[in-house]
């Protein structure tokens, strides 16, 4: 009985597979390239009704989305396995005019993951299969590649990462903030770089959904945007929350808010340059010390650059009121560690 059972349900679902099939355009169709009646009911439930999640300013129109089918432009940069997904994502959004660049062009060990790609079109860039399989697939759509030749003679410059021994290396993936110090606190930048980690645990559905969401938000104005950062966790389930990242106001990379430097008016010189470079929190190679006296600026220790090295080496003997320093006196201390000069606000203690 039960085999009999199993074998009318395998059949079943057979001819299910063979009837969605035949109504289903694989790899490309030719048919009609109309909207199909309800084609957009998923899009307009967001946008031509309220809800406890709309934005307090925001009123339900058709007006919506037809600004997203036909003004709104939209540009996505890469065409991966992230950038495959997220072309897909907003395509079925909605959006029509869809712009993609990637330089690169379709390898064999991509088709695993960017599923936009076939076997044939290895070797292809990627941005031109890509978009002709979405405008085949999405009735309406407009995406257009930007050929690779174009982007190489418009960009005359090059942005690597470099680490003290002069190789390449991975930098955190959490935000987008130029504050790289800041983002330390945040993650380990320590992430493993090769295709089988990208394969088995980054979730490319869950990202380019979540980036897709936040597009829609902020295009259509309909709900309020993250603020300013989302944190995805499904190692034992599905978590995720959101956070404002608060800037840090002392931050030793972008703030310029003086920090406390507090030693004895006898101290030399040479204990301040021991201070910054064996503290925990600064860890200085080489820092060059500069300050104002009299409305001037004068370099009290430079030690990269040789002739200045051997004039400036005297002052390490000196004490800090020898030099003319005061309580108060604001430091200026440049370092390879840092990315502009940290500020120090001299506290003399008795």
């Known amino acids: ?153 418009s960009l005359d410059v090059q942005i690597l990462t470099y680490s003290s021994n002069h190789s390449l290396r991975t930098f955190s993936f959490v935000g987008m903030s130029k504050c790289y110090v800041f983002q330390i606190n945040l993650t380990n930048p320590k992430l493993l770089n090769s295709s089988v980690y990208v394969i088995q645990f980054l979730p490319f559905m869950h990202i380019s959904a979540a980036c897709a969401t936040e597009v829609f938000k902020i295009a259509t104005s309909a709900y309020v945007p993250l603020n300013n950062y989302m944190v995805f966790n499904d190692v034992d389930g599905l978590y995720t929350y959101t956070f404002e990242a608060e800037r840090k106001e002392n931050c030793s990379a972008c703030s310029q808010v003086p920090q406390d430097l507090q030693f004895l008016p006898s101290a030399k010189l040479q204990e301040v340059l021991d201070y910054l470079t064996e503290n925990a929190s600064l860890q200085m190679k080489s820092p060059a010390i500069t300050t104002t006296l009299d409305g001037k600026n004068k370099t009290l220790y430079l030690q990269t650059v040789a002739s200045i090295e051997e004039r400036t080496r005297p002052n390490l003997s000196k004490t800090l009121k020898e030099l003319g320093l005061v309580d108060g006196q604001e430091l200026a201390v440049a370092d390879v560690t840092t990315p502009q000069t940290v500020l120090f606000k001299l506290n003399f203690i008795s």
């Open 1 to 153: 009985m039960n085999l009999l059972l199993f074998s009318l349900f395998r059949e079943k679902k057979r001819r299910r597979i063979e009837e969605l099939n035949e109504n289903m355009v694989v790899d490309g169709g030719n048919g009609d390239r109309s909207d199909w009646q309800g084609q957009w009911d998923h899009v307009k439930k967001f946008l031509e009704r309220a809800g406890p999640f709309t934005h307090p300013d925001f009123e339900p129109s058709t007006e919506s989305l037809q600004f997203l089918m036909d003004t709104c432009k939209i540009l996505v940069i890469g065409a991966g396995g992230l950038g495959c997904e997220l072309l897909k994502d907003l395509a079925l959004s909605g959006f029509r005019h869809i712009h993609v660049v990637d330089m690169d062009t379709i390898d064999i060990s991509n088709l695993n993951r960017q599923f936009l790609f076939r076997p044939k079109d290895v070797g292809r860039p990627k941005a031109e299969v890509a978009a002709d399989f979405v405008n085949d697939r999405v009735l309406g759509c407009n995406v257009v590649p930007y050929p690779s030749e174009c982007i190489k003679r």
